[in-house]
């Protein structure tokens, strides 16, 4: 039967249809009920977890475990370093495969969870196996004795992993893989998977109210702005312009799907002719992680034609697949996307972004990132794009430098030091003053 499935969902038309069946109508249903009679019961949950770790707290350590299923997604470090700084607690790597990569091989399988083994081992970080190979299936979180868990995704968490299971025996939290962005509040903060965390760690206090009026007053309390401690490697945004650093074109992945942010159909093959027609240029093509699954399974590109594009650019440039793409920032003087989270993320290092702007976007720009967003050169056409990378990249011109930078530092965007904001929340709220 598995077998018949999983045929059916490589016809790209069929695979189409009950993606937009289960995204219109049955998930609102099934999600519907869920709240109605979930959220009262993992309230009660909460309070008794939380109970519990106020009585533990200062006399033994708070074990911390970290999902992770992919490194590109891997985004709190700098809340792990000061996790495993301080006195009140043990964090923990848990490595498992989502859902949603269920149907890689398992030798792919495998390789991902060694790589990720390698790379957290590398640094020193305590880590736990939390998928079986053998069987294929995720492995409870109970069996760690975890007191708190910090997910990073909010879609394709197996049951097993899940809030509803987890809120039995330990508090769950959430920092976003992504930093917060356009304000797709559906998808943001209005899953099912938010209504059930003890605790959602964002941005800052003004995407927190927009949170808390979208979720209603009942999830007052559970939306803290802090900052985003993935925005912690970088002090300020008055950091040296590289004249001579790469440019990085870094396409998302919502082509034709989901919020169709993406430009990828229109842009992705000009922009790689026009990397090739300036090889005095250092280029870094940095794509989304599920760019290049979407592009086949949607029927948009063959495996080959992919595979040709990819490696065109491993060719003629640097391709950049790994999650660890901070010290890419840095030594880089612009960037090309229209990747919603690079778009926040990027304009901490202060240089200059060419901002590609689908006209298919599900999403207009929340008002809060729009005044951000305004500062970029916006391309909504090639004829745009082609004069922004003249002035921008050609010749080294920012007009908008001074308006961006000052921008970024009206949100505070950067020197927030989350990780600390974090911690500090947790040791005030277990050590009962900010109860």
Same mark, same amino acid.
């Given at each position: 039967?598995?077998?018949?499935? *999983?045929?059916?969902?490589?016809?790209?038309?069929?695979?189409?249809?009950?993606?937009?069946?289960?995204?219109?109508?049955?998930r609102?249903?099934?999600? %519907?009920?869920?709240?109605l009679?979930?959220?009262?019961?993992?309230?009660?949950?909460?309070?008794?977890?939380?109970?519990?770790?106020?009585?533990?707290?200062?006399?033994?350590?708070?074990?911390?475990?970290?999902?992770? !299923?992919?490194?590109?997604?891997?985004?709190?470090?700098?809340l %792990?370093?000061?996790?495993?700084?301080?006195?009140?607690?043990?964090?923990?790597?848990?490595?498992?495969?989502?859902?949603?990569?269920?149907?890689?091989?398992?030798?792919?399988?495998?390789?991902?969870?060694?790589?990720?083994?390698?790379? %957290?081992?590398?640094?020193?970080?305590?880590?736990?196996?939390? $998928?079986?190979?053998?069987?294929g299936?995720?492995?409870?979180?109970?069996? =760690?004795?975890?007191?708190?868990?910090?997910?990073?995704?909010?879609?394709?968490?197996?049951?097993?992993?899940?809030p509803?299971?987890?809120?039995?025996?330990?508090?769950?939290? /959430?920092?976003? $893989? =992504?930093?917060?962005?356009?304000?797709?509040?559906?998808?943001? +903060?209005? #899953?099912?998977?938010?209504?059930?965390?003890?605790?959602?760690?964002?941005?800052?206090?003004?995407?927190?109210?927009?949170f808390?009026?979208?979720?209603?007053?009942?999830?007052?309390?559970?939306?803290? @702005?802090?900052?985003?401690?993935? #925005?912690?490697?970088?002090?300020?945004?008055?950091?040296?312009?590289?004249?001579?650093? +790469?440019?990085?074109?870094?396409?998302?992945? !919502?082509?034709?799907?989901?919020?169709? =942010? !993406?430009?990828?159909?229109?842009?992705?093959?000009?922009?790689?002719?026009?990397?090739?027609?300036?090889?005095?240029?250092?280029?870094? %093509?940095?794509?989304?992680?599920?760019?290049?699954?979407?592009?086949?399974?949607? @029927?948009? &590109?063959?495996?080959?034609?992919?595979?040709? /594009?990819?490696?065109?650019?491993?060719?003629?440039?640097?391709?950049?697949? *790994?999650?660890?793409?901070?010290?890419?920032?840095?030594?880089?003087?612009?960037?090309?996307?229209d990747?919603?989270?690079?778009?926040?993320?990027?304009?901490?290092?202060?240089?200059?972004?060419?901002?590609?702007?689908?006209?298919?976007?599900?999403?207009?720009?929340?008002?809060?990132?729009?005044?951000?967003?305004?500062?970029?050169?916006?391309?909504?056409?090639?004829?745009? =794009?082609?004069r !922004?990378?003249?002035?921008?990249?050609?010749?080294?011109?920012?007009?908008?430098?001074?308006?961006?930078?000052a921008?970024?530092?009206? &949100?505070?965007? +950067?020197?927030?030091?989350?990780?600390?904001?974090?911690?500090?929340y947790? *040791?005030?709220?277990?050590?009962?003053?900010?109860?």
């Open positions: 039967m598995n077998a018949v499935i *999983d045929r059916l969902h490589k016809i790209g038309w069929l695979h189409r249809l009950h993606a937009w069946y289960y995204r219109t109508v049955c609102p249903v099934v999600e %519907f009920a869920q709240c009679w979930l959220c009262p019961i993992l309230r009660c949950r909460c309070r008794k977890q939380l109970a519990r770790l106020q009585d533990k707290f200062g006399t033994e350590k708070i074990r911390v475990l970290f999902p992770i !299923s992919n490194l590109a997604k891997w985004k709190m470090q700098s %792990f370093e000061a996790m495993r700084h301080s006195s009140h607690y043990e964090p923990l790597m848990a490595l498992t495969i989502m859902d949603v990569e269920n149907d890689l091989s398992i030798d792919r399988k495998r390789e991902r969870l060694q790589q990720m083994q390698a790379h %957290f081992a590398g640094k020193g970080m305590g880590c736990v196996d939390a $998928y079986d190979l053998e069987n299936c995720a492995i409870p979180f109970d069996r =760690f004795a975890p007191d708190i868990v910090f997910y990073q995704q909010p879609w394709r968490i197996s049951e097993c992993q899940s509803v299971a987890v809120s039995k025996y330990a508090l769950t939290c /959430y920092v976003p $893989y =992504f930093v917060q962005n356009y304000g797709g509040l559906d998808m943001d +903060c209005l #899953l099912v998977f938010h209504r059930l965390l003890w605790r959602h760690f964002i941005l800052n206090e003004h995407w927190a109210k927009e808390v009026k979208a979720q209603g007053l009942l999830r007052a309390g559970t939306v803290v @702005g802090v900052g985003h401690p993935m #925005l912690d490697a970088f002090g300020n945004v008055e950091g040296v312009r590289h004249v001579n650093g +790469c440019v990085i074109y870094a396409p998302h992945w !919502s082509c034709h799907t989901g919020e169709c =942010f !993406s430009t990828f159909l229109e842009n992705g093959k000009k922009i790689l002719m026009l990397a090739q027609r300036h090889p005095e240029m250092e280029w870094v %093509f940095k794509p989304h992680p599920t760019l290049r699954k979407i592009l086949v399974e949607n @029927g948009l &590109m063959s495996e080959r034609e992919v595979a040709d /594009y990819y490696e065109t650019w491993e060719r003629i440039g640097v391709a950049y697949y *790994d999650g660890d793409y901070l010290r890419l920032f840095e030594r880089s003087k612009a960037m090309i996307t990747c919603a989270s690079f778009l926040v993320e990027y304009a901490c290092t202060g240089n200059p972004i060419i901002h590609l702007i689908s006209s298919d976007a599900k999403y207009n720009p929340h008002p809060i990132s729009e005044a951000l967003f305004s500062t970029y050169y916006q391309a909504r056409n090639w004829e745009e =794009f082609e !922004s990378f003249e002035t921008v990249i050609l010749r080294g011109q920012d007009p908008r430098r001074d308006e961006r930078r921008k970024v530092r009206d &949100m505070r965007l +950067c020197g927030n030091n989350a990780a600390k904001n974090i911690v500090d947790l *040791d005030g709220v277990l050590g009962g003053v900010n109860a």
